[in-house]
């Protein structure tokens, strides 16, 4: 069965076919047999489209900068051409779409139907940038490709369950009546690698508690106990929690209110503030990604080492109440981009939880390692770096819901 993965955002469309038949349901993903990217921020009203299939890498310039026209292009790709993988659209039977936020109405995978878009709509003023691209993802799809089934797959949906102590703000309780409360994001990652934890440590996922710690451009960290996320480290919106690529993560709120009254700052500047120019770009001056911010360590910037250090410091304090949370901890798990790639990121982490009989082996963790235990022998925790497979875990959500509804 061909299932059609969108993860449509504001400044990037990126998509990915996967071809599953019922043995493909085994413990290890499939690689999709299609993939694009579509990126709008390189020129103003324009898109780069890349896509990979066949071994072929193609790279097409868009002359335009709509969001619909921009995944019609993409799908061309699918039936043309050198990167055609299939005959016609029509063969694609289901499409799953990551939506970022679901708020408190969607616990698992979702069939979308108009109540469902129109909650989704509903949500926009809690995910601004998100939501609305999701809604023309959906329906970009349903002109595109007519009545066939779309579901959503929240990133809130895995942190649906988190006990109410967690999940609410110390503000007046209207508030959390009003859905001022945590939500946490991220849900498919960290589902996904509580799962392959299980799997690599061959014990069921209901015996395990484990801190995943999802560092990529966003990060975010999550206490996963009997396969229950029951604490996590963003809330309301992506932007609280853990020091980020270009996000703040958690800071004093009265610094707002402070820059609000006595600088003037406007709410879309503390936005653009907090979320584009804070984290490891604001600190260090050099940039969000994290390989730039070490090669200025290396070259001696006092800023770039000032950088990592506030982030490994504000790592290992949310791996401590994420472990305070759980009370003990089978697994401490890294992924995506920093957290699978960087070694001195899972090595400094590590650094300070010696004394719970953490031990990381040193030749293991340095040596590129992938869905492996990176932890000694005698480690009393396991560590393990593991592969976040988000398409391939929104592919696997479309089919059981599919198989559930047939
Ligand atoms: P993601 O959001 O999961 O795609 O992660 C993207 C981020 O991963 C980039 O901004 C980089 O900071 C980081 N990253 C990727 N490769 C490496 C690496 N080899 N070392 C350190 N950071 C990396």
Redesign the pocket.
Known sequence: MKILILNAGSSSQKSCLYDLKEDSLNDHPLDPIWSANIDWTVANGQGILTVKAKGIKKIINLSFSDNRQGIAAMLDTLIQEETQVIKQLSEIKIVGHRVVHGGTDYSKATLITPEVKATIRRLIPLAPTHNPAHIEGIEAIEQLLGAIPQIAVFDTAFHSHMPLETAAYPIPYEWFEKGIRRYGFHGTSHKYCAYKAAQILNKPLTDLKLITCHL???CSLAAIKDGISIDTTMGFTPLEGLMM?SRSGSIDPAILIYLMREHNLTANQLDEMLNKESGLKGISGIS????AV?QGIDQGNIRAKLALDMYIYRLRAKIGSMLATLGDLDALIFT???GE??AIVREKACEKFDFLGLKLDLDKNNNRPMNIDISTTQSRVRILVIHTEEDWAIAQECWHLRQSNS
Do not use: M, P, W
């Not at 969000?288 to 390989?291: E, K, M, V």
């Open positions: 990529g451009n966003g690529g969000a990604d994290l390989r070490i995506a981009g920093v790639n960087s």
